[in-house]
């Protein structure tokens, strides 16, 4: 029973995660696109599927957007 209630919570954190962006993505037309997928704009890498679905503009990965949000 625990485990299942970590695992909620765990899905979650990663939701909310997933769905940092920044103020200036919030449109398709500040995305990056390569090769029918969309990029991040720092460091070039396909953003996840799971990402998107949750943050269609989305325009950096997570990692980066962290990183974009920590040196603001
Ligand atoms: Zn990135």
Do not use: F, K, Y
């Not at 997928?37 to 070039?44: F, N």
């Amino acid at each position: 029973m625990a485990d299942e209630c970590d695992q909620a919570q765990a899905t979650e954190a990663l939701h909310v995660q997933a769905a940092l962006s920044c103020i200036a993505c919030r449109s398709h037309e500040d995305q990056e696109w390569a090769n029918g997928r969309v990029v991040c704009l720092d460091c070039g890498e396909p953003i996840p599927g799971a990402r998107l679905r949750i943050l269609p503009t989305a325009c950096r990965c997570v990692a980066c957007q962290e990183e974009a949000d920590g040196d603001a």
